[in-house]
C-alpha cells in the first residue's frame, strides 16, 4: 500500500488511471456521438503510410479484424502516456498551495482544458486533420466536444486522485466514515461518472471487434463448390473503418454537384423511381491472394452512373468522376469509364436493400475493376478538371486502375483431401472482371500436360463462372493440381506468381491433392 501511495503522489500511476479514463471515455463517445476517435485519427495516419504490401502483410493475418486492434493498441497507448503526463501535472501541482489544491473540481477542468488545447492544436493537424478537427468526418463541433469531454475527464480524475488532504471537518457534518456530506456527494457522482464511461468504452472496444470478428465469414465451405450467387450474409467483407457509419437512410441525400448544369440532392426514394438496371457482378477485393476468399457474386440492382451524370449535364472540361462517402472514404474514375451504361449506382443486392457491411443506402458497382474502386455509404458524386486527383487507397500506393486480373481457383477437393483413383470430380471458380471466360484446364503433373475442364455459362458478362472436370490419377500418391483460365478472347491467365500490391495478385493456385 505505501508503494502505491508513493507511485500515486509522484503522479505517474495516477496520470495512468486518468489516462485509461479517458482513452475509454473517447470510444464512448465515438459511438454516442459518431465521431471518429482520437485513436482512430492516429490509426488513420498509421495506415496512410504504410505501403501497399505492408497493408496487404497485415490484411492476410488478421483480416478485418486488423483495425480494432490496432485501435486497441492505440487505446493502451494513449492510457500509458497518461502516466508520463501525470508525472508533468503533479510537478505543477507541487508548486500551488495546497488550499488551492483542494479545488479539485476547478484544477481538474484547467487540467482537462490545456490538455483539450494541445490535442486540438497540436496532435490533430499533425494527423492532418486540421484545428479542432476541421476535417474530421461527422463535424468538428461533435469532435471538439468529445475531445475536451475525455480530456475534462482526464484533468478531473488525475485532480482528484492527487489532492491534498481536506481540512478537518466538524463532526456534525460528518457522515459514519469520516467524510463531510458535501464530499461524499462529490465524490460518489464523480465515480458514477468515470465508471459509466469506462463500463460504455470497454463496452463499445469489446463490441466493436466482436462484431468485426463475426463479419469474418467465408463465402464458401472447404471442399464444396461455392453457390452461383453468394447469399447476403456470406458476401466478403472489407472496410477501412473500426466501426462502419450506420448512415439514416430518411435523411439520407445522394448529392451530384461540382462541373455539372444541375446540381441535385437526391432521396432514396427518388433513386429507387428512376429507370433501374439490373446484373449479375462479382467483386473481389484487390488484396485478395492467389487462392483467396475474398470474392463473392450478386445480383445488383440500381441506376446507372451515366443517367445520373447526364441528367446533371456534366460540363466541357470534367476529366474524372468523384465520389465522396460517408466515412470519408473517396475514389475517382475517369469521365469515360463513368459514363459506360453498366457502372451502376445500387440500392439493392439479391432482391433486397443493402444493408450496412454492404453501403446501405447505395453504392458503387463498376464491372472489370476491383472492389475499391466501388464506395460504400455514397453520398456525394462530383466532377473535377485535375486529372491526376486520386482515391482513398491510390494515395497509399494502389493501382489507380486496379482493373481485375484473370484468376481461377481449385476448391474441390479441399487441399490435402484423399481422392479415387478410379475418377474424381474437381472444379472451382474462374474470374477476369468484365473480360468473360472462355476455358479452363488443370494440370496434375507440374504444368507438363494440360486437360480441360467444363465451364458453367455464366451469369452475365461481369461474373465467375463455375468449372468441373474427371480426374483420374495414373496411380496412388500426392499430386499438385494447377488450374487456369482463358479470358473470352483466349488470353490466358498470367502465370507469374505476383502479391496483391499494388495491382491484384497473378500466378496459378496449386493445391495438393492424395489419391487413394
Not at 48 to 60: D, G, I, K, Q, V
Not at 120 to 141: D, H, K, M, Q, R
Not at 450 to 463: C, I, K, M
Request: a positive charge; one cysteine or more.
Amino acid at each position: 500500500m505505501r508503494r502505491i501511495k508513493s507511485i500515486l503522489d509522484m503522479g505517474f500511476g495516477a496520470g495512468l488511471i486518468a489516462g485509461a479514463i479517458a482513452a475509454l471515455a473517447m470510444l464512448a463517445l465515438r459511438f454516442a456521438l459518431g465521431v471518429p476517435s482520437v485513436q482512430e485519427l492516429i490509426v488513420e495516419k498509421s495506415l496512410s503510410n504504410l505501403s501497399p504490401r505492408a497493408f496487404e502483410f497485415l490484411l492476410e493475418r488478421f483480416y478485418s479484424l486488423g483495425k480494432p486492434l490496432a485501435v486497441l493498441g492505440t487505446t493502451v497507448a494513449l492510457a500509458a502516456a497518461g502516466g508520463p503526463a501525470g508525472v508533468a501535472l503533479q510537478r505543477a501541482l507541487g508548486r500551488l498551495p495546497a488550499s488551492l489544491r483542494r479545488w479539485w473540481l476547478l484544477s481538474g477542468m484547467l487540467f482537462g482544458i490545456a490538455l483539450w488545447l494541445l490535442v486540438s492544436l497540436a496532435l490533430t493537424p499533425l494527423l492532418g486533420y486540421g484545428l479542432f478537427g476541421a476535417n474530421v468526418t461527422g463535424g468538428a463541433a461533435s469532435y471538439s466536444l468529445a475531445t475536451l469531454v475525455a480530456t475534462a475527464l482526464y484533468g478531473l480524475a488525475f485532480a482528484r486522485i492527487t489532492r491534498a488532504p481536506p481540512a478537518a471537518a466538524s463532526p456534525t457534518h460528518q457522515i459514519s466514515t469520516g467524510m463531510t456530506r458535501r464530499a461524499f456527494l462529490s465524490h460518489a457522482a464523480f465515480w458514477i461518472v468515470v465508471v459509466g464511461a469506462v463500463g460504455f468504452g470497454v463496452r463499445s472496444l469489446a463490441s466493436g471487434v466482436l462484431t468485426v470478428a463475426r463479419s469474418r465469414v467465408s463465402p464458401r465451405d472447404a471442399g464444396v463448390l461455392p453457390l452461383e450467387i453468394t447469399p447476403n450474409d456470406r458476401f466478403y467483407k472489407v472496410s477501412k473503418n473500426f466501426v462502419d457509419p450506420e448512415v439514416d437512410g430518411v435523411s439520407w441525400r445522394l448529392r451530384i454537384g461540382g462541373m455539372v448544369d444541375n446540381p441535385a440532392a437526391l432521396t432514396l426514394a427518388q433513386l429507387r423511381s428512376m429507370p433501374a438496371v439490373e446484373h449479375y457482378q462479382t467483386l473481389e477485393c484487390i488484396s485478395n491472394p492467389v487462392g483467396g476468399d475474398l470474392t463473392s457474386n450478386a445480383l445488383w440492382r440500381g441506376v446507372s452512373l451515366r443517367d445520373l451524370l447526364d441528367q446533371a449535364g456534366v460540363k466541357p472540361g470534367a476529366l474524372r468522376i468523384t465520389f465522396r462517402s460517408a466515412d470519408g472514404y473517396t475514389e475517382t474514375l475517369p469521365l469515360d469509364d463513368a459514363m459506360r451504361p453498366e457502372v451502376l449506382i445500387a440500392y439493392e443486392m439479391n432482391g433486397v436493400p443493402l444493408n450496412t457491411d454492404h453501403g446501405f443506402p447505395a453504392r458503387v458497382l463498376i464491372p472489370g475493376r476491383y472492389g475499391m474502386k466501388g464506395p460504400k455509404w455514397l453520398e456525394e458524386i462530383g466532377t473535377t478538371d485535375d486529372p491526376d486527383l486520386r482515391g482513398y487507397w491510390e494515395q497509399r500506393g494502389w493501382d489507380d486502375r486496379a482493373e481485375v486480373k484473370t484468376t481461377s481457383q481449385t476448391l474441390v477437393p479441399a487441399t490435402g483431401t484423399t481422392m479415387p483413383v478410379e475418377a474424381a470430380i474437381i472444379g472451382g471458380i474462374a474470374f477476369s472482371g468484365d473480360k468473360g471466360i472462355s476455358q479452363v484446364e488443370f494440370s496434375d503433373d507440374g504444368g507438363k500436360t494440360w486437360h480441360r475442364g467444363s465451364v458453367r455459362p455464366a451469369l452475365s458478362p461481369y461474373t465467375w463462372v463455375l468449372w468441373t472436370a474427371e480426374w483420374r490419377p495414373p496411380e496412388p500418391g500426392r499430386y499438385r493440381l494447377s488450374v487456369r483460365a482463358y479470358d473470352a478472347k483466349g488470353t490466358e491467365q498470367d502465370p507469374q506468381r505476383r502479391d496483391p500490391a499494388p495491382s491484384g495478385a497473378t500466378g496459378y493456385h496449386i493445391i495438393t491433392a492424395v489419391a487413394g
